[in-house]
């Protein structure tokens, strides 16, 4: 009967986090399409790569076109929430217009020079459907976008995208919602781009300082090559400062309430839940690579050394990843998991939330190197373990008020990740962790909410009882 039970609540989670009309979902999924596929590779799998030495300006045709395919991508999360007076030709003009202009060029472009690469190989010709999976990513998009929109032109279905179940009614200020929606479509939409262009001005300005100013070109050039950290910063910056902007003077007040001190010892129950999680997947990948031994090297190599598969980071590099766990977590869970929890309840506000998170990090986790199978896991791997692991750091926001343990945990985890010489299923077992430790928090040591009337935002109470 508890696992019946369980099973229809999380059923009937489910169903409370998903679109109203589910074609709304294939609509989401086709902007994810556009989004993710100029990030991947349109060269076919098999056919070895190309050489643009002697065809530069095809190459640099490629790029543009590629960035108009992450613009209509981005534009597409636009009018999943702002379709406008008629959003039938939003979308085709908007969306699809752009993308198949892309679709075209750039799989002209990558057809000739890969068709020319198997003609000096003396391999068949290469047709449309034998391009990479960027092509195929790309494709897929227009076709659940042309579904929808031949759907909303019948009036079968509708924009914006809306939840099943509406919202409690505690966050009714249109206005307010309107804003925290923007800053969602920056962070998910905008944050890869304005990462880049940051980088190119960044870049630009130090060339033309050593050009300039001659005399501080040694100087210079040491500073150069901290130009990733300032980068790095300079981004954090300015997707914080971006987002207390749109959210106006309810910004400024989560802001500062959401960078109060902790308790120190939840800091260290931070740092303890990155540390944990991250032991027990060095010490499964050592007691794997034990086994293997045993089984088959033993006598012909020297046995696995444990201090090997348990490396601290450094402190420089959990320095160097903080400004970004700090500016994530200001986000996410300062400025925009009140709302969320406002308007939709904790759970679901938490998930929702997360999931945001999640589609803020596609821009980096899908490479042109990438393999079908590597691309569906990360899409798996990416959306599970921000999802835990955004309950995880939710937890513990919600216990202290304060945004601090979050960070503390989530530089403390990417730090690991970047040290440690992690195995291919790393990935998945720390995201099946994070959300086992996700449940038996929020199992055994709930948080609840309560209205504060002074700011209308939620309050934790000092006192939380455990169930």
């Known amino acids: 009967m508890a696992v019946s039970g369980t099973s229809k609540s999380g059923l009937r989670f489910a169903r409370s986090v998903l679109p109203a009309d589910l074609t709304q979902l294939l609509f989401l999924c086709g902007v994810v399409c556009l989004f993710v596929s100029a990030r991947l590779s349109w060269w076919p799998i098999g056919l070895p790569g190309p050489t643009f030495q002697a065809d530069w300006r095809w190459m640099l045709l490629a790029v543009v076109v590629s960035n108009v395919i992450l613009l209509a991508g981005a534009t597409g999360y636009f009018v999943c929430f702002w379709p406008g007076n008629q959003p039938v030709g939003r979308i085709l003009w908007w969306i699809c217009l752009p993308a198949c202009l892309g679709l075209v060029l750039t799989s002209g472009v990558f057809l000739h020079f890969a068709n020319a690469a198997a003609h000096d190989l003396n391999s068949p010709p290469v047709h449309f459907w034998k391009l990479g999976p960027g092509f195929h990513f790309m494709l897929s998009g227009l076709v659940l976008i042309g579904f929808f929109t031949f759907r909303l032109a019948s009036g079968l279905t509708s924009l914006p995208l809306g939840l099943r179940e509406s919202g409690l009614g505690t966050s009714d200020d249109v206005a307010s919602w309107d804003r925290t929606q923007r800053v969602v479509w920056v962070e998910v939409a905008l944050l890869g781009t304005i990462g880049v262009v940051a980088g190119l001005l960044l870049d630009g300005l130090c060339y033309f300082l050593i050009v300039r100013f001659r005399s501080l070109s040694n100087f210079l050039l040491l500073v150069s090559g901290l130009l990733p950290a ?34 120190p010892e939840f800091l260290g129950l931070a740092l303890a839940f990155s540390v944990g999680v991250s032991a027990v997947i060095s010490l499964a990948h050592y007691f794997l690579d034990r086994l293997y031994w045993a089984a088959h090297l033993f006598g012909k190599s020297d046995s696995p050394q444990p201090g090997t598969y348990f490396p601290l980071p450094s402190f420089g590099l959990f320095l160097f990843l903080l400004p970004a766990a700090l500016a994530e977590e200001i986000v996410f869970r300062g400025l925009l998991q009140p709302r969320f929890i406002s308007r939709y309840g904790l759970l679901r506000g938490i998930f929702l939330v997360s999931i945001a998170w999640a589609a803020t990090h596609f821009f980096v986790d899908f490479h042109a190197m990438d393999s079908y199978g590597l691309i569906f896991l990360s899409f798996a791997v990416r959306l599970l373990k921000c999802t835990g692991g955004g309950f995880v750091l939710s937890w513990l926001t919600l216990r202290t008020r304060s945004v601090l343990p979050a960070v503390a945990a989530h530089a403390a985890d990417n730090a690991y990740i970047f040290s440690n010489p992690a195995p291919s299923w790393a990935g998945a077992a720390g995201a099946v962790l994070w959300s086992l430790l996700a449940i038996m928090l929020f199992r055994f040591w709930p948080v609840r909410i309560e209205e504060s009337p002074a700011e209308g935002a939620p309050a934790i109470p000092e006192s939380v009882p455990a169930s």
Do not use: H, Q, Y
Request: hydrophobic fraction near 50%; charged fraction near 25%.
């Open 230 to 263: 300032l980068t790095d910063f300079a981004t954090c910056g300015i997707l914080v400062g971006v987002a207390v902007w749109i959210l106006g003077k309810e910004g400024k007040r989560a802001l500062r309430r959401s960078l109060r001190l902790p308790l």
